[in-house]
């Protein structure tokens, strides 16, 4: 088991902060890239989950979807990879979503 140092409990401090410090901003990345990733499980028709609804959340998802897409499309029926595209994908769709939050509340902010 490895050894927890002051660098690494530090540096593990630094992202829960960054975490609690933007939760909105987490929730509605999780959100969107979970629904991403049901749609690319959802690409085939005979995928368990295919309807209707399958292109308008390909349209919606698309941004963060394109690389676990492609894999869908390239291997076919294997789940497991487009789990591990969707969690890379997720980190910097959280950061940017919240930079996006933190932009739009320094502007609001200094309206006032």
Not at 20 to 32: D, H, P, Q, R
Not at 75 to 96: A, H, R, W
Request: proline content about 5%.
């Amino acid at each position: 088991m490895p050894s927890l140092n002051k660098h690494s409990l530090h540096n593990n401090m630094k992202i829960y902060n960054y975490i609690k410090k933007n939760t909105l901003a987490f929730w509605i990345s999780i959100v969107y890239v979970a629904l991403g990733g049901v749609v690319a499980c959802s690409l085939y028709p005979e995928d368990p989950l295919h309807g209707s609804w399958f292109k308008w959340g390909f349209l919606f998802t698309l941004p963060v979807n394109i690389i676990g897409f492609a894999h869908r499309l390239a291997n076919g029926k294997e789940y497991y990879p487009v789990v591990i595209i969707q969690v890379i994908v997720f980190v910097p769709t959280f950061i940017l979503v919240a930079k996006l939050i933190a932009k739009k509340r320094n502007k609001n902010s200094t309206r006032k």
